[in-house]
């Protein structure tokens, strides 16, 4: 049996989790909520949010103090709400 770390779908290998790749039509969904968000719909950036928040805390951990991160976090989200329209590709 295959351990993964708990809460996620990520699969450990010895002591460090492997790499995945996000699951098919990961990409569609971002994009819909991307158009979505671009129109006014809160709750899709919302869900956006939910989705990549954990994986920008974790980089900004890895880079930043702990004191800093989770006011970057905020940060990092409320840059990519104001700049939406900037996208090239929603997805």
């Given amino acids: 049996m295959t351990r993964v770390i708990p809460g996620t779908d990520i699969p450990v290998i010895g002591d460090r989790a492997a790499v995945t790749r996000f699951p098919e039509g990961h990409a569609r ?19 956006l949010y939910d989705r990549y928040a954990r994986i920008v805390h ?28 900037d996208l090239r590709d929603p997805a």
């Fill in 29 to 47: 969904e971002d994009g819909d909520l991307v158009r979505a968000a671009r129109a006014g719909d809160e709750s899709a950036f919302t869900r």
């Fill in 58 to 85: 974790g980089v900004l951990l890895a880079r930043v103090g702990r004191q800093d991160v989770e006011d970057l976090v905020q940060d990092v989200f409320l840059t990519a709400w104001k700049r939406l329209d």
